[in-house]
């Protein structure tokens, strides 16, 4: 038996309000189709949407699963309970609830799609790529499968291939600006002449949103550098940084204070955990971006001994779960952590990094927040190990500005910022070092490329790794590496920028105080 037509009416009023943001117009809508249809499994999908959409996603979750008990095969109603179960943080079981969309509905484009964007969430590219490719299959006008499956080609080094797709997008629709700054961050494909016209006409039109905007400029500085015009280039970058950088509330007086309040506390080693073993399978890689972190996670990612590489924010959450525990932040209640409270913060830390070593010897942290907390680290896990990856001060922090970072790193916009960041990380690295010499190696980026075998040995060595040959030749990587680290042979260079663009980066210089 179909609904009521006044249920169908106010069901439609509660998608079109909940499009266009009156969320207490939906639920008003909602609420009088519920009281007409209380069994109606389209109304309580939409139910779940609200709350998804007000941040409720335990809520939606719940609604959903009782959805469910009614229409166990309705495969709309696994895919928003995989997107519901995502936005908490649970991650497989949102896959498991996508991968059985897909069984329900195998011909189903947006079930395909919403397991591939799970599967590159995940850090497992190669799953995404399948998926993808059957949800293009099914729609081939579906702009935003081909720019996740362009990305997930990226994670596996396949550049040529996510290009492709790129320009595909972008002959449906020469304006997209995803597809733009997508091809634009591919350092192995060049922008020509044509490129460059149709970016700039492009950007004589109004963008569709501020950050289309953005994503434009970075493009139009990308496609001026391939034409050899730096000046241009910088000016181009100069005004899309200027665009993010006022979105943005950035505050570099604050985390210079936050550093020097972290040097105070961690003045000497803390009392941690009384095993000094704990911890020993972990290496955690301290690095601004740009800054080598990826080829060094690539080399220890080779050995056989090493599981994987694993960007998630495991040491963070830990600390933040701890403070919210004790009603106080990090930095005031250190002091009053005991040995055994470490040992039960680094065991915490360990269950959950535990399935990137996938039963091996060792497991690579290179999350981009570690060198905040390396001493709580130390604390926890006293037998763990820090790389800090280093690389010349102008090259690393002009990488940082010529990329448009999809999030975070929001000091990057700025060379005042940049510049700023850039003494507070390495004034913190030069007191880990003091602090922990036994357990913290700098790991400098150009030894690297001058002397790689050197400077290979010697990681593996600190790491407590024998030599093998594969980590100079990148002989596999390992299929569950959770993080999307490209493998390339037989190195993976950033290309050195800084001298072609001469006298524009001059300021730049002289806030590193560069020679």
Not at 16 to 44: K, Q, Y
Not at 209 to 236: K, S, V
Not at 254 to 279: C, I, K, M, S, W
Request: with cysteine; aromatic share 6%.
């Amino acid at each position: 038996m179909g609904l009521p037509a006044e249920a169908v009416r106010r069901l439609g009023e509660a998608t079109d309000a909940m499009a266009s943001g009156e969320l207490a117009r939906a639920e008003a809508a909602l609420a009088v189709a519920l009281a007409l249809a209380p069994d109606s499994t389209e109304a309580l999908r939409l139910s779940a949407q609200l709350q998804q959409l007000r941040g409720e996603h335990a809520q939606a979750v719940a609604i959903l699963r009782q959805a469910l008990a009614k229409a166990p095969r309705d495969a709309l109603l696994h895919i928003s309970l995989g997107v519901s179960l995502q936005s908490r943080g649970e991650h497989e079981a949102a896959l498991s609830a996508l991968q059985r969309a897909c069984e329900l509905a195998p011909d189903f484009a947006p079930a395909w799609f919403n397991l591939g964007r799970m599967f590159q969430l995940l850090g497992r590219p190669a799953g995404a790529i399948t998926a993808l490719h059957r949800a293009l299959d099914l729609d081939p006008e579906h702009p935003a499968a081909r720019l996740l499956l362009a990305a997930a080609q990226v994670s596996l080094g396949a550049d040529a291939q996510a290009a492709a797709n790129y320009r595909e997008v972008l002959q449906r629709e020469p304006a997209h600006p995803g597809a733009w700054s997508g091809l634009s961050a591919l350092e192995t494909e060049r922008f020509g002449t044509d490129d460059l016209e149709r970016l700039q006409q492009v950007l004589r039109m109004p963008p569709s949103t501020p950050h289309a905007r953005i994503q434009l400029g970075f493009a139009l500085a990308r496609a001026l550098e391939d034409q050899a015009d730096y000046r241009a280039a910088f000016r181009a970058l100069r005004k899309a940084n200027g665009w993010r950088h006022r979105q943005l509330n950035w505050n570099a007086a604050r985390l210079r204070a936050h550093v020097d309040a972290v040097l105070a506390a961690f003045a000497e080693p803390l009392a941690g955990a009384a095993d000094a073993a704990l911890g020993e399978p972990v290496i955690f890689l301290m690095a601004l971006p740009h800054a080598g972190a990826r080829l060094t996670g690539q080399i220890l990612a080779a050995h056989p001994y090493v599981g994987g590489v694993d960007e998630a924010a495991h040491l963070q959450r830990v600390v933040s779960e701890e403070s919210a525990r004790r009603g106080k932040p990090l930095l005031q209640w250190l002091g009053a952590a005991t040995p055994t409270d470490w040992a039960r913060l680094g065991a915490d830390y360990l269950a959950r990094i535990g399935p990137a070593a996938r039963g091996r010897p060792r497991v690579v942290d290179a999350h981009r927040l570690n060198w905040r907390l390396v001493g709580v680290a130390m604390a926890m896990l006293p037998g763990a190990r820090v790389v800090h990856c280093r690389r010349d001060a102008l090259e690393t922090c002009f990488a940082c500005y010529r990329e448009l970072f999809a999030s975070g790193h929001d000091f990057s916009y700025d060379l005042d910022d940049l510049a700023s960041y850039w003494r507070d990380h390495e004034r913190l690295g030069r007191h880990w070092q003091q602090l922990f010499p036994q357990s913290f190696l700098v790991h400098e980026h150009e030894a690297l490329l001058a002397e790689p075998a050197t400077a290979v040995r010697r990681l593996l060595a600190f790491g407590g790794l024998e030599h093998d040959e594969a980590c100079l030749g990148f002989a596999h990587e390992p299929a569950d590496t959770r993080t999307a680290l490209r493998t390339r042979q037989p190195w993976s260079r950033e290309p050195a920028l800084a001298a072609r663009y001469g006298a524009e980066l001059d300021r730049l210089r002289l806030l590193l105080g560069a020679r």
